[in-house]
């Protein structure tokens, strides 16, 4: 099915990217919500565009990139940065995933299937796109939070929101869409497209309802609204639960994981799962930016009067500019970032250890070098 869509399905939307190109510019000059001087677009604009579209298109097949077409979509994503508010940005690329989506619906050259799993990798590839669009803010943007400096943070915050949300309800919405153009050719000999459209959607929900949840435990921690049942807890049997929680990912992800738990019991008093749900925070960031073959060390001590937890990793390592921002809220790296989210992981595991009394801190010796979190509690004992 796969070679299916690289050398059909693929061949098709290559072939039709002049149509594409229009439709594109067809939609965003017909959109109110642009203002006036982006909705007709211009040269540059749709060369821009043109590059993302090629660049959706291609990475959806096997063939990997060359180091003119990296220069051309580093060109293209600075073009919208200069170009569009973060929001403009986002509808452009809501106009170029509603084209390329519905031609992929249309291509006859493939089983309604494939059609399927066509418009599924290019919407999942053009938010990977749009992530790294709005990875820098624009100048317009910059210039907008300097004018108006007490709303640039809330401005930037509910983009982040919007933008994930939306990341969120794109696949669902391309799955709603491909069961109701089915519909009429009746979906009971089709159990095979029922099965991945119900797995797509299951997909999507999980994903809004973590979002959704991050949202309500961080506005919950940050009014001290949050419930804590605090017993005595033994940091070793917590870290090493997490660790075997986290194993079978770590496995698939050819990223070995190693605990190493203190030579005694440490003991602290705090709410278990609270400190596991930090404790897996750290493991799953240090596993989505480890490479293959890379390690990751869990380990457990008693330094003194405090009772400490340290994750490092091998991974891409963190700048001395983005340790200083780590733990703010809806804030995410920019350069060769994998993350996803609202950005409210760490910024939660912090609130939860300073509740418990303790600190959390990052450390690394800068890109490639990897990193290092410090969880220190005070210790029973």
Same mark, same amino acid.
């Given at each position: 099915m796969l070679l299916s869509l690289e050398t059909n399905g693929l061949v098709f939307l290559d072939g039709q990217k002049k149509a594409l190109l229009a439709e594109w510019v067809r939609r965003s000059a017909s959109d109110a919500r642009l203002t006036p001087a982006t909705r007709l677009p211009n040269r540059e604009k749709v060369c821009a565009i043109r590059a993302i579209l090629s660049e959706t298109i291609r990475v959806c097949g096997s063939r990997q990139r060359s180091g003119r077409e990296n220069t051309e979509l580093h060109d293209a994503c600075r073009v919208l940065r200069t170009a569009y508010t973060p929001s403009e940005t986002a509808l452009e690329f809501s106009h170029l995933r509603a084209t390329l989506q519905a031609a992929a619906l249309r291509c006859d050259v493939l089983s309604a299937t494939e059609r399927a799993m066509l418009a599924e990798r290019l919407g999942r590839r053009l938010d990977e796109l749009l992530a790294d669009a709005l990875s820098t803010c624009t100048a317009s943007d910059a210039h907008d939070t300097q004018l108006d400096p007490d709303h640039g943070e809330e401005r930037v915050t509910l983009e982040v929101v919007s933008h994930e949300l939306r990341s969120g309800l794109t696949p669902?919405?391309?799955?709603?869409?491909?069961?109701?153009?089915q519909l009429a050719h009746g979906l009971a000999d089709q159990p095979e497209l029922l099965a991945r459209a119900c797995q797509g959607m299951q997909r999507s929900a999980r994903t809004l309802k973590r979002l959704v949840d991050d949202l309500h435990e961080f506005a919950a921690l940050?009014?001290?609204?949050?419930?804590?049942?605090?017993?005595?807890?033994?940091?070793n049997a917590l870290a090493g639960a997490c660790?075997? $929680? %986290?194993?079978?990912?770590?496995?698939? &992800?050819? !990223?070995?994981?190693?605990?190493?738990?203190?030579?005694?019991s440490v003991r602290v008093h705090g709410d278990e799962t609270r400190l596991q749900q930090c404790i897996m925070n750290l493991l799953n960031n240090a596993l989505k930016f480890t490479p293959e073959h890379g390690l990751i060390t869990?380990?457990?001590?008693?330094?003194?009067?405090?009772?400490?937890?340290e994750v490092s990793d091998t991974g891409m390592g963190i700048s001395d500019a983005d340790l200083a921002r780590l733990f703010e809220p809806f804030w995410h790296r920019a350069k060769g970032s994998k993350a996803t989210?609202? $950005? %409210?992981?760490?910024?939660?595991?912090? &609130?939860? !250890?300073?509740?418990?009394g303790g600190t959390v801190e990052a450390f690394s010796s800068g890109d490639g070098q990897g990193s290092t979190f410090r969880l220190s509690l005070p210790v029973i004992g």
């Open positions: 669902l919405f391309t799955w709603l869409n491909v069961l109701n153009t940050s009014r001290g609204r949050i419930s804590m049942v605090r017993a005595e807890a033994d940091l660790a075997a $929680g %986290l194993t079978p990912q770590a496995e698939a &992800a050819n !990223v070995r994981l190693r605990f190493e738990p203190a030579a005694e869990l380990r457990v001590s008693r330094e003194n009067q405090d009772a400490v937890v989210g609202l $950005g %409210l992981g760490l910024a939660i595991v912090k &609130a939860i !250890v300073e509740t418990h």
